[in-house]
């Protein structure tokens, strides 16, 4: 007999509210509610009673609403245990266990009750901009306040404590008034950014499900069975990925447009594009971050070795799948470097021995460069050191494909040299790397190149071609080799992509090269900006004797120089060499362990940072550290409006920021900083820098 649509829902509800904890998302959110739930239940408990040690006022009780709209099922479990371990102090008895029941249910009405309620629905998100939402949010307030109401006086008079005709009425009372009153602008300031942040319940179940639409396969390929594929190319690959389609649930368009390629094993290939032609989403899908934990709307196929990665959850595939972010940060879990490459080997299974986990530990660490920071504190070091100690914390599971999305952005000269030994052995070991990378020396050892351009595949081949050919490169979006175009006017063929070939071929034709007449002259000044003339006498910035330790690691040993007013200096070192140590030294972020620094007449060591930071303007080597604020307006305007400055002088100075640095000022009220991609935000954090008009400013 078929389902009926109640029971197709109501088994839909009960699936709802075990899948929550199948979801580390909705865990965690299910713990921050109960967490925050019980914190402001128990000030109350000692505040205004309405039926003393049963009911107090709680201005608490607008949160399992709230919660439930935004966060369905998980608000249910967090009010109810949040309410128990509210009554933990001072009402804790046998009818707590109702409290549960009711809390459960005062926060899981909610989600059920809105948009299926007939005419009461509005068919509109849980906001109040209209009257129909007010309506429908009153009566979701009344309905599940009730079922509250009655669960919990049921209990405590079954139990004999109180009759239900005096409690009910109280509870239903409080819980009422204080969602009516506190939950409309609660919603109001929570729902965009929850929305914003993919985090509402309908964006969770979405990403866990997939919008999964499989692609019919070409009758040439009917028959073949599960592990059949394309063509003999990729009857063999480690990877194979067919009409690969992916739109996130925040974009207009797609970012990914029917992508096939095939990844042989042992072989290197470098994903190249523009800024926003789908890079990094085809990293993220290789291992299933996309589309399990990134929503959106996916269609193709993409397997890695004889999986389908909608086959299987994230974390199985990151055995075999390693995978470092372009914002590598954001993969470090651990407190010392030791730790941060056991993390991933604890949970292997089967279990792996203890020399085993060592010999991957030790060897890791040595292929890159940090056999001697094993009790490090990640955050102390480097972020080039930090990138290459994600890289290991990779390496270390030893998986059949690495993807690495701009693994050089933070290395010196000498990591990426490392770093590119290391794909050498890499490839002898029959380990496949798939990475996006603009650096001239990985493109010259990779055996393929896949040009990517809005989200399709234009050019594919081997990268000697892609080099030889400049006008290719510029079609592609992509900046050609300044040695070859300097070839290029000369017509030569075939044009050089080394300094040993340009020599040759410069003395085979009697060649002589000089520089463009655009490198005679400054062509970084911005139009009518006036040139500033260095001033004499006292430096503006004066560092003397200054050393610097994190707890036992010296980073900076006697350090001395002087800076004068109209100065233009580039700070150069390794990866570890102190350079980030120093620049916080400047603006007081970091105080000197010996030595003084003074800056504009002002010691650092006496001197508040809100003082400093109006002299000296630090940008973060990650701008994520920085970025904050919900608009990009509201990210620029912040020092101006702490420096007291006018709406006038605000508006005024964004605009000059975010011309600075190229960004538009319309647009910039609404437009979400962290939508933008990571060039983008790190011109943000610039303009956020140059909004404060610094005497000093350090990127």
């Given at each position: ?28 959110l ?27 006022l ?10 439930s ?37 005062f ?5 059920v009750?809105?948009?299926h ?5 509005s068919g509109?998100a ?43 009425p109280?509870?239903?009372f409080?819980?009422?008034v ?5 939950g409309?602008?609660?919603l109001g ?26 692609p ?5 390929y ?12 990729s ?13 996130y ?9 029917n ?7 042992g072989?290197?290939?470098i ?10 989403t ?27 990665i ?27 470097v ?18 085993e ?27 080039g050191?930090?990138q ?7 390496l ?5 494909l ?23 052995i ?9 990475m ?12 393929r190149v ?60 009697n060649l ?10 400054d062509?970084?000044?911005?139009e ?16 003397e004797g200054?050393?610097?330790?994190y707890?036992e ?21 390794q ?44 940008v ?8 904050f604020?919900?608009?990009?307006w509201?990210?620029?305007?912040f ?15 964004v ?6 640095v ?6 910039s ?19 956020s820098?140059?909004?404060t008009r ?6």
């Amino acid at each position: 007999m078929p389902l009926t649509q109640s029971a197709r829902d109501s088994r839909r509800w009960w699936a709802d509210l075990i899948a929550v904890w199948r979801d580390t998302r909705q865990i965690v959110l299910t713990a921050q509610i109960a967490a925050i739930y019980a914190a402001i239940l128990i000030p109350f408990k000692a505040g205004i009673p309405i039926v003393p040690g049963f009911v107090e006022l709680r201005p608490a009780n607008a949160i399992p609403i709230v919660a439930s709209l935004l966060f369905g099922p998980a608000a249910a479990w967090g009010a109810g245990i949040g309410n128990v371990i509210g009554d933990c102090f001072g009402t804790l008895g046998p009818a707590s266990f109702f409290g549960l029941l009711g809390n459960f249910i005062f926060g899981y009405l909610p989600y059920v009750l809105w948009g299926h309620m007939g005419w009461f629905s509005s068919g509109e998100a849980p906001l109040h901009k209209s009257w129909h939402q007010m309506i429908e949010y009153g009566v979701v307030c009344v309905i599940a306040s009730a079922a509250c109401a009655g669960v919990i006086a049921w209990g405590v008079e079954w139990l004999g404590l109180l009759p239900f005709v005096i409690l009910a009425p109280a509870i239903f009372f409080n819980n009422v008034v204080m969602s009516l009153f506190l939950g409309p602008p609660l919603l109001g300031f929570l729902y965009p950014r929850v929305q914003r942040w993919q985090l509402r319940y309908e964006d969770i179940r979405e990403s866990g499900a997939c919008h999964v639409d499989a692609p019919r396969l070409p009758a040439s390929y009917e028959g073949m069975g599960s592990e059949g594929t394309i063509d003999d190319q990729s009857s063999h690959a480690i990877v194979d990925c067919h009409g690969l389609s992916f739109q996130y649930a925040s974009g207009s368009t797609p970012v990914l447009r029917n992508v096939s390629f095939a990844l042989a094993p042992g072989e290197l290939v470098i994903l190249l594009g523009r800024s926003g032609s789908g890079k990094s989403t085809i990293c993220y899908a290789c291992n299933g971050l996309i589309p399990r934990m990134v929503p959106g709307t996916f269609s193709g196929r993409l397997r890695v070795g004889k999986q389908n990665i909608l086959d299987e959850p994230v974390w199985k595939q990151a055995g075999r799948v390693g995978l470092v972010f372009q914002d590598f940060d954001t993969q470090l879990v651990a407190t010392t470097v030791g730790g941060e490459l056991l993390h991933p080997l604890e949970y292997r299974d089967p279990p792996l021995s203890s020399d085993e986990v060592r010999r991957r530990v030790v060897h890791a660490l040595s292929q890159i460069g940090l056999a001697d920071c094993v009790h490090r504190d990640p955050m102390s070091m480097s972020g080039g050191q930090r990138q290459r100690l994600v890289i290991a914390s990779v390496l270390v599971q030893e998986p059949a494909l690495l993807v690495l999305d701009e693994p050089g952005s933070d290395l010196d000269p000498a990591g990426r040299a490392q770093l590119r030994e290391v794909l050498r052995i890499l490839q002898k070991e029959g380990i496949t790397v798939l990475m996006t990378e603009h650096d001239d020396g990985y493109l010259a050892q990779a055996d393929r190149v896949l040009v990517l351009d809005e989200g399709e595949i234009v050019w594919e081949g081997k990268p000697e071609a892609l080099l030889r050919d400049p006008q290719l490169m510029r079609d592609c979006g992509l900046r050609p080799l300044a040695l070859t175009e300097c070839f290029e006017e000369w017509g030569v063929q075939p044009l050089p992509i080394s300094v040993e070939e340009a020599w040759i071929q410069a003395e085979a034709l009697n060649l002589r090269l000089s520089p463009p007449e655009a490198a005679h002259h400054d062509t970084f000044r911005l139009e009518n900006t006036p040139v500033r003339e260095p001033k004499m006498g006292l430096p503006l910035i004066q560092v003397e004797g200054v050393s610097f330790q994190y707890e036992e690691h010296s980073v900076l040993d006697d350090v001395s120089f002087s800076i004068q007013s109209g100065d233009f200096l580039a700070l150069l070192g390794q990866n570890g060499s102190g350079k980030s140590t120093l620049a916080r030294l400047l603006n007081g972020l970091l105080t000197p362990t010996h030595g003084t620094i003074v800056v504009d007449g002002m010691d650092t060591r006496t001197t508040s940072m809100n003082e400093l930071a109006k002299r000296v303007g630090l940008v973060f080597q990650n701008p994520d550290h920085q970025i904050f604020a919900d608009t990009v307006w509201e990210e620029v305007a912040f020092s101006a409006k702490n420096m007291g400055c006018s709406k006038d002088e605000i508006a005024d100075r964004v605009q000059e920021s975010l011309a600075a640095v190229g960004l538009p000022f319309e647009g910039s009220r609404d437009l979400d900083p962290f939508s933008l991609r990571k060039g983008e935000r790190q011109r943000i954090a610039v303009a956020s820098v140059l909004a404060t008009r610094p005497a000093v400013l350090i990127v």
